[in-house]
C-alpha cells in the first residue's frame, strides 16, 4: 500500500475530516490572494490548479479522485497565493484543516512517517517537472508525461492538457495520432 | 534557527559524516547516468545542477556553503538519474550515507520533524521555480529571483545565472543595469 493511502485510511478510521464540500463543474475552490491551508480529499471529481501571472492560464496540476491535495504554496507558506483552483466536473471534497492535521502528525509516528514518503513523492515529482518545462521538444513532453501520468489523458480534458504540456490543443491533437 | 540548521548541528554533535571529499573547480560530483543517495554537507565552496536533454546545458539548481545537500532525484528515487553536479569553485563537502541517515530519521524524532521542515520548504521552493519557468518576461524572472535568492548574484558566475534564468548573460547585463 502507498503511504498516501495508509494516510487517508488512518484519518478515516480516527474520523478526522471535519466537512466536506461538493463544487459544481467550473466552480472555484480558489483564486489568486487567497490563504488556503486546508487539507482535502478528492471523494469524487477532479479539479485543475491554474497560474495567471500575465492573460494566459497555465494549468500546472490535476487533483485526482482518491487522492489528498493542497493548495501547495499557501498550504506551506500560510500566506496568500497566486494559485487558481477549479472543479473540472463535479467534484466533493471532505477536508481538514492544518491544524488538526498538524496533530495528527505530532501525535502518531506513523501518519508523520508517511507524511515524510509524501513530500519526498512530491519533490520527485516537481523535479520531473520542472524537466518536462525546459525540454524544448512537444513530442518529447508528450512522451515523458504519457509514460508517467496516464491517468491524465484519461480524466481531464483536452484543452487542459495542452495547457499543462505547454503546447496548443492543434499540436497535442497531433502528437495523439502519430 | 532553521530546521537545517538544526539537523546539521544534530549531525555534527552524533558525529554522523562519514567521510569528506573536495572538488576542484570544474570537477564533477556526479554525471549523467549514474545514481547518487548520498546527502552532503557544503563545507566551502559553490556547486551547480544542470541537465542536459538536448545540445544545451541546463541549470537548474546551486549548492552554496553551509547547507545540505543531495542529488535531488537519484536521493528519492535510488535510480540512475540526468543530473550533473559540478564544483563552479573548490568545494569541500561532508558526505553520509542515506542508510546512515535513514537510521537517524527512524531514531531520533526530532531529526525527522526537522526533515519533514526541510522538505515542506523544498516544495515551495520547487513551486516558485516552476512559476518562475512559466513566466515569459526575462524582466519579471529575474525580478523574482532577486527577491528571493540575493546569495545566487554574490556567489555564482554571471554565466550560470543566466542559465538559471533562462536567458542570455547579454540580457542579465541589461537587466543588472536597469
Partial sequence: MRSVDLLIEKINVLQLWES??????????????SVDTRLYFVESGCLRVFLMPEEEELTIRFAYQNNLFVA????????PSDLYIQAIKKTKLRVMSKSAFTRLL????????WWRDILEVL????????????ISSPAE??????ARS???FQEVP?????SYLRMTPETLSRL???
Same sequence: chains 1, 2.
Fill in 106 to 113: 505530532n501525535s502518531e509516528a506513523d501518519a508523520a512517517h
Fill in 150 to 152: 496516464p491517468q491524465l
Fill in 141 to 146: 513532453r508528450y512522451r515523458r508525461v504519457l
Fill in 176 to 178: 495523439k495520432k502519430s
Fill in 72 to 79: 501547495l504554496d499557501s498550504f506551506i507558506s500560510e500566506a
Fill in 158 to 162: 483536452h484543452k487542459y492538457i495542452a
Fill in 20 to 33: 466536506s464540500l461538493t463544487l459544481q463543474r467550473g466552480e472555484f475552490l480558489k483564486v489568486k490572494g
Fill in 123 to 134: 519533490v520527485f515529482q516537481q523535479f520531473e517537472r520542472e524537466t518536462d518545462l525546459l
